[in-house]
């Protein structure tokens, strides 16, 4: 069950800096009113001590709370977004809690960085990069079993026996040997009294319960029957419904406005001119949308009003032409390359993408005289908090900000430019107003996966196989705007992940990147980011060696993996399970990919058809994955699904162009995503091993855009060096 309920103060968002995990930071245990027991936990890289729980006021700043009347309440540090976190994230407590699914209650985390900040980002409140559970397996699971074992002591000590001869079960406590019994919620008073263990002895996987067990998602339920509650669902008393329109160039601002008639629609109660944008704000959206549909805006497009797709791919193109930063380097190429048997050049491009998530961009605002309160779906809670609070020129802590369910984030709300937009409208109205961006205004005004040019070439031996690897590309770094500490000497972990520390053996290699940042256009994460690009280069570039080779791409993969046993078992079995090898109709083919991201190992099969006039169908994935430890079986399978519908809807539709600084794509007619009758069977094989657990949010995306132009090849004979595909190209192939 999901409790959507919120802290009436919020707490500090200043950002933490590293320190060690000691014992005290990491757990301090109090009493609360209604004698419940609350754990204040701090992760690694918190900074100073958590708060000591003690009064009805004080702020959520736990993960586990266990009332007096036996509710075990988890407050969930990372967001859900559609991913199952919140599921993954309780099995790990509760495993470790003993308690079951059913029992416990969840609610998101406040803003605060001291408390909440994922140790795998540096300290910062955010859910991102396929790290919630890798983040949380240590120090969630840990946090469980101090407070059961805190829990048994005071049992123990009610019943003057040995804690050793007392075992949690099922929410209670129970001493074995007289059968004597005691709920959680009995003991929570007397619990919160007991000293804090220096250390706990954590489960062994074998006697895990519910972890890597298939667990119905928590959120299902509410989200079913309707009472689940997204940003855009957040409806205070009196709020009011605003929509707008941004300058149709990025960098533009409004020349003049005509309202006259915007006034003149049923329902609109004013309008708001920024500097950049006009809001409309209403009784409702549909008068909200007429109204804007009203407005004579006049805009001064600034200095972009004349840019193309086609200059700044030009750009990159150029920039690919002299040496970068040095992303990694082995051996000497140039030695070997002048010693190969034969060499291989291709050049690789993919275009700036859009989120298009479901729930389109919305945030509702109250600005007060001296407060500021924000309902909103957002993967930064900290930074929506100070953006929040630095708009409305208030201190943080006069800023409370409820944070939602998310329909759809990609990436896009790791951004907190949506909030900074409905505060500066909300300034300007009396009483709440929830901002709405239409579907248009929300493709045309996105933050973009970055468009790259790649330039490849490889030196093959005797056998075909590569003696130098030359990889040389040129695109936006999102790590350099978003955290700029992660950039340094020219380079960031997220522009060269996929594309060095590869799972093959590669004598010789040299990685080069060079930052080109494109003029007014807005960069973002999107799902699996660098590897999204850079996977589909390194793994479409290797087919066409394979093919140079004259060899199976399959058999030519496995024989570059020996020094990576995990990559190689997860081809092995992905072409197995595909049925690699077998015949295949005219105008269908089979392609694949492997990879090493987000410390998980993925092999992708995919199976296309292709029609007489280009058009491609993928008609099955098999996806193999080792991911290491598996929390909840179901959610790998589900993101695997998942992210394989979104990497073939960039491979085959996704494209942002710009034409006189205009985004041309406005809705899902022009930016296409694939629909339920495109969709293609997905199977999802699941190598179960012990090792820590990797990420599943975002790999499975950058997979299978390689497999489906590698397919398209073997179906048709022509390469795919350029996103998304071009139908005209492959017409009668």
């Known amino acids: 069950m999901i409790i959507d309920r919120h802290a009436s103060l919020a707490a500090s968002s200043r950002s933490p800096s590293p320190e060690g995990l000691s014992r005290r930071s990491f757990v301090r245990a109090g009493a609360i009113a209604g004698g419940g027991l609350m754990l204040s936990l701090s992760v690694p890289f918190a900074n100073g001590d958590t708060q000591a729980a003690g009064t009805h006021t004080f702020a959520p700043n736990a993960f586990i709370q266990v009332e007096g009347d036996g509710r075990v309440v988890l407050t969930m540090p990372y967001v859900e977004m559609g991913q ?68 048994v002591a005071a049992a123990a000590k009610r019943w003057n026996v040995d804690p050793a001869a007392c075992r949690a079960q099922k929410g209670a406590v129970l001493h074995t040997t007289t059968g004597r019994n005691l709920k959680y919620g009995e003991l929570a008073a007397e619990a919160s009294r007991m000293p804090v263990p220096e250390g706990v002895a954590l489960k062994r996987p074998e006697d895990f319960k519910l972890i890597g067990t298939p667990a119905k998602r928590l959120d299902a339920p509410a989200k079913v029957n309707g009472t689940a509650v997204y940003g855009i669902d957040a409806r205070p008393p009196g709020v009011k419904i605003a929509t707008l329109a941004q300058s149709p160039v990025f960098g533009g601002r409004v020349r003049n406005v005509d309202d006259k008639a915007a006034k003149a629609v049923k329902g609109v109660r004013q309008i708001v001119r920024l500097n950049d944008a006009v809001a409309v704000v209403a009784d409702h959206m549909g008068a909200a949308k007429k109204g804007l549909a009203a407005l004579v805006i006049e805009w001064d497009d600034g200095p972009h009003a004349k840019l193309t797709t086609q200059a700044i791919v030009a750009e990159l193109e150029r920039a690919t032409l002299g040496a970068g930063a040095v992303a990694q380097n082995i051996g000497n190429v140039d030695t070997a390359m002048a010693g190969a048997v034969a060499k291989i050049e291709a050049t690789y491009q993919v275009p700036f993408l859009a989120h298009a998530t479901m729930e389109p961009m919305n ?11 924000v309902w909103v779906g957002n993967q930064v809670l900290a930074r929506a908090q100070a953006a929040a609070a630095q708009t409305a020129g208030l201190p943080a802590n006069k800023v409370v900000v409820h944070n939602h369910l998310i329909g759809g984030g990609f990436g896009r709300r790791l951004e907190i430019d949506g909030v900074i937009r409905a505060v500066q409208i909300a300034q300007h109205v009396d009483g709440p107003v929830k901002v709405v961006w239409t579907r248009e205004e929300d493709i045309q005004h996105d933050m973009y996966r970055p468009a790259f040019f790649d330039r490849m070439s490889a030196g093959l031996d005797a056998k075909g196989f590569p003696v130098a690897w030359n990889h040389r590309y040129a695109g936006s770094s999102i790590i350099a705007r978003w955290l700029p500490p992660g950039f340094n000497n020219g380079l960031d972990p997220d522009t060269t992940e996929g594309a060095i520390n590869l799972a093959y053996g590669l004598p010789d290699m040299h990685v080069e990147y060079l930052r080109v940042e494109p003029p007014g256009v807005p960069t973002a994460f999107w799902r699996s980011v660098g590897p999204s690009h850079n996977v589909f280069v390194v793994e479409s570039f290797m087919d066409e060696l394979a093919a140079a080779a004259k060899q199976d791409p399959v058999a030519y993969r496995l024989a570059l993996l020996d020094k990576t046993p995990r990559a190689k078992a997860v081809l092995e079995l992905a072409a197995q399970k595909a049925g690699w090898g077998q015949p295949l109709p005219k105008g269908a083919g089979r392609g694949v990919s492997v990879q090493s991201a987000f410390a998980s190992f993925m092999a992708h099969v995919a199976e296309v058809e292709v029609s007489k006039n280009g058009t491609v169908r993928v008609r099955r994935v098999v996806c193999a994955v080792d991911c290491g430890s598996v929390v909840n079986p179901d959610t790998v399978r589900a993101q695997v699904q998942g992210a394989v519908m979104f990497g073939i ?45 990797g990420g599943m949010g975002e790999p499975g995306t950058s997979a299978i855009m390689p497999a489906v132009a590698n397919a398209i090849f073997a179906a048709t004979g022509r390469r795919v060096r350029k996103l998304p595909v071009d139908p005209e190209t492959l017409k009668h192939a």
């Not at 945030?363 to 309160?373: F, L, P, Q, Y």
């Not at 094989?685 to 090792?691: A, K, L, S, T």
């Open 649 to 693: 809807s960039a491979a085959l539709y996704g494209e942002i162009t710009l034409k006189d600084g205009r985004v041309e794509q406005t809705n899902f007619d022009s930016y296409q995503v694939l629909r339920m009758n495109e969709a293609p069977a997905v199977e999802v094989h699941i190598v179960q091993n012990r090792q820590p657990p």
């Open 363 to 373: 945030c509702t605002v109250h600005v007060r005289k001296d407060s500021c309160e």
């Open 84 to 151: 199952g976190t919140y599921t993954a994230i309780s099995m790990l407590i509760a495993e470790e809690l003993e308690v079951e699914l059913r029992q416990v209650r969840l609610e998101p985390a406040p803003p605060n960085e001291k408390l909440y900040g994922n140790p795998l980002l540096g300290g910062i409140q955010a859910t991102g990069n396929s790290n919630a559970i890798r983040a949380a397996w240590q120090p969630l699971r840990q946090a469980g079993a101090i407070a059961r074992t805190m829990l």
